[in-house]
């Protein structure tokens, strides 16, 4: 008779994996590694203090993503998740290297792989003021299909609506209108939320295009 052994090559890591967002956005990406991942503790910082970094320099976002990092590394995880695109933008080398022994992956590519697949020409991109400005989806975007038609718009106003839970009604349409409305006319092929708090608004941005 064979009896099974404990596999003692591989012993668990029950330690939790961090995830940080400058407040409610990155709950998205919680929610999808939930799913994906439904035996792993998560560990979330929501930087609410600090919200928005969107509209902050370069030099501040980079200082409060290694804040953010470090907090989370202090509380023992295992990796850290940037569930941020204005940190995954910008302070993507600043944390590999201030945290080498860390497994830290950002959102950005994840984002474009989705939109690869979909086999889109026209695209827009819709993030923070410090996303748009780093041209890190374009970029990316390009490097893999440079025929692409990539318009990038940056909606500074929706972090504050979500953060406030105005997802839907009169003062989400009408920051959809200041920063959207031209697409009424002929919207995009597909339309990428590069903010994680803007899934929020999805169910009343596909109402807003219908
Ligand atoms: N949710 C973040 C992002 O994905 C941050 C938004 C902000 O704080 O401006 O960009």
């Known amino acids: 008779m064979s009896q099974r052994m404990p596999d003692r090559t591989n012993p668990p890591d029950n330690r939790p994996i961090g ?3 400058s407040g409610i956005g990155g709950l998205t990406v919680v929610r999808a590694l939930r799913c994906a991942l439904p035996n792993e503790d998560i560990c979330y910082l929501g930087d609410t203090a600090r919200v928005p970094y969107g509209s902050k320099s370069v030099d501040s976002i980079i200082r409060f993503a290694g804040e953010d ?3 989370l590394v202090e509380k023992g995880v295992k990796a850290l998740i940037v569930a941020c695109n204005t940190a995954s933008a910008v302070a993507m080398d600043s944390l590999r290297k201030h945290f080498p022994a860390l497994p830290v992956m950002g959102v950005i590519e994840a984002g474009i792989e989705a939109v690869m697949r979909t086999g889109a020409e026209r695209i827009t991109v819709i993030g923070t003021r410090a996303t748009v400005s780093s041209d890190a ?4 975007l390009h490097e893999r299909r440079p025929s692409l038609l990539i318009e990038s718009i940056p909606c500074p106003l929706f972090v504050p609506l979500a953060e406030e839970g105005q997802f839907e009604g009169k003062l989400a349409e009408e920051a959809f209108d200041l920063y ?3 697409l009424r006319r002929s919207p995009p092929e597909v339309l990428l939320l590069g903010c994680t708090h803007y899934p929020l608004f999805r169910q009343a941005l596909e109402r807003y295009f219908e």
Not at 137 to 140: H, P
Request: glycine share 8%; net charge positive.
């Open 180 to 182: 959207l409305s031209h």
């Open 19 to 21: 995830v940080f967002d």
């Open 69 to 71: 990092a470090a907090f």
């Open 137 to 140: 989806y374009r970029r990316g």
